[in-house]
């Protein structure tokens, strides 16, 4: 019989406990975008799970107090720019480094706007366009379900990844070089 589990916070797991955890977790950084014209504003987030490929949907969580968050549930749209390894200091903005909000995240880099209104980085390793088809509003963050309804990509490679509290590149090239490096030796030893 399936046992339905009461909400109930463990007192055995710390909130230090559960972060440690999770920083063994690599993430995918984006940005998300919401809003229009001067109204805009976008966060970083490792959050972006693909939910399903027919139809073509998404997850993100966004904490309900981020300011992204009413411009989303508001206007119905967000945008989803995949980080290519060298936009660090486009995570750190959209992070809100140095106090930058709103618009001003998005100086410095080049935007076009999507079909639905929301910008879309130039540079992206992939920039989608999404329409929310649902949120989940759950304990801090709204799970937003997101429908991809259009897509801007490039052919570069090397992405952005965040894991144990820093930036990580993802370079195939360049991890391939070194897997290289570490293999050819050791094929080479001969064994006595
Ligand atoms: C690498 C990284 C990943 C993050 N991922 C998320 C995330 O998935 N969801 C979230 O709500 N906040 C996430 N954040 C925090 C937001 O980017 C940050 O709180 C942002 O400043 C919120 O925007 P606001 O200042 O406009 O409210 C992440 C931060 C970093 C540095």
Not at 14 to 33: E, N, Y
Not at 110 to 130: E, H, Q
Not at 138 to 160: C, F, M
Not at 171 to 186: C, G, I, K, M, W
Request: aromatic share 6%; proline share 4%; charged share 20%.
């Amino acid at each position: 019989m399936n046992a339905i589990l009461p909400f109930v916070t463990d007192p055995a797991v710390s909130a230090t406990d559960f972060r440690g955890a999770m920083r063994h977790l690599t993430g995918g950084v984006s940005v998300i975008t919401a809003g229009r014209g001067r109204d805009i504003t976008g966060m970083t987030v490792t959050s972006v799970t693909s939910l399903s490929v027919d139809p073509p949907t998404l997850i993100v969580s966004v904490n309900r107090d981020a300011s992204s968050f009413p411009l989303i549930r508001r206007l119905g749209a967000f945008g989803v720019n995949i980080l290519h390894a060298d936009q660090i200091d486009i995570a750190e903005r959209f992070a809100g480094k140095g106090g930058l909000k709103g618009a001003d995240r998005f100086a410095g880099a080049d935007w076009i706007t999507s079909v639905s209104g929301v910008p879309l980085l130039v540079g992206a390793l992939a920039a989608l366009d999404c329409e929310v088809e649902e949120i989940v509003e759950r304990h801090s963050h709204g799970i937003v379900i997101g429908r991809v309804r259009d897509i801007k990509s490039t052919t570069r490679s090397a992405a952005l990844a965040y894991w144990h509290g820093q930036y990580v590149a993802v370079d195939q090239d360049e991890d391939a070089a070194r897997l290289v490096e570490v293999s050819v030796p050791a094929r080479g030893r001969r064994v006595v």
